[in-house]
């Protein structure tokens, strides 16, 4: 595709819910990142994946949040037992290379959550 | 722990004026920074990205600077149009692929 894609673009769900949230990269990117933007901020880093493996999970706030990239292109955010306090914006990136090089990450719209 | 600043945190001006965009960080040891154009309700766009190595970058009527020793950066917009009204967001990148972001300047251009 012409850009990185994500789906649903809004999501409402329900306190304890489950939800998975999805990533289209662009055609050939191997990094792939998932941000989280609350209200007023700016995004914040969850997780980045360089082909299939994730290459740094650290700003995942708790196990309630997984991602996966199983054949190094679509990705997917899970969340487990929602709370509230998850209703944001969440924004995935690919990049061709690694930002550190001068290569930059393209965003997709993002899918805007609420937790009820 | 690296930290991003951006002021003001919104700003108001006529169409026509100058302006400038203030970006601060924490840690000058950073391998390239970026300024992002966010629309309500949409994603990022990528305006300038200036290496590590560089000072400016221009593009168009804007313009961003980098004084990593100082731990600062701005964007200057020339001629300001309404439609340039967004968020303007700063990101540092910070380790080869980490991006930390600023909260953003609320920019509105009156017509």
């Known amino acids: 595709g012409a850009g990185v894609s994500q789906t649903p673009s809004n999501k409402v769900t329900e306190k304890g819910k489950y939800v998975e949230l999805r990533c289209d990269p662009i055609?050939?990117?191997?990094?792939l990142y998932w941000y989280r933007q609350s209200l007023g901020q700016g995004p914040e880093f969850l997780i980045y994946f360089q082909g299939t493996g994730a290459a740094d999970d650290s700003g995942l706030p708790n196990d309630r949040f997984f991602a996966v990239r199983p054949e190094g292109s679509v990705s997917t955010l899970k969340i487990q037992r929602t709370e509230r306090g998850d209703s944001a914006v969440y924004l995935c990136?690919?990049?061709?290379?690694?930002?550190?090089?001068?290569?930059?990450?393209?965003f997709g719209p993002g899918t805007r959550l609420l937790v009820l | 722990k690296q930290e991003v600043t951006q002021i003001p945190a919104a700003l108001s001006v006529p169409e026509g004026e100058n302006l400038v965009l203030n970006c601060s960080f924490t840690d000058s040891a950073i391998y390239n920074l970026q300024w992002f154009r966010q629309d309500p309700g949409k994603g990022l766009t990528s305006l300038l990205l200036i290496q590590s190595s560089q000072r400016e970058q221009t593009s168009g009527r804007l313009n961003a600077s980098l004084d990593k020793s100082s731990g600062r950066s701005t964007l200057y917009i020339a001629a300001s149009q309404p439609g340039d009204s967004a968020t303007y967001l700063c990101a540092v990148i910070s380790g080869t692929y980490k991006y930390i972001f600023g909260t953003g300047t609320r920019l509105k251009v009156l017509a």
């Open positions: 055609s050939g990117h191997t990094a």
């Open positions: 990136a690919s990049s061709q290379g690694v930002p550190g090089a001068g290569e930059t990450q393209y």
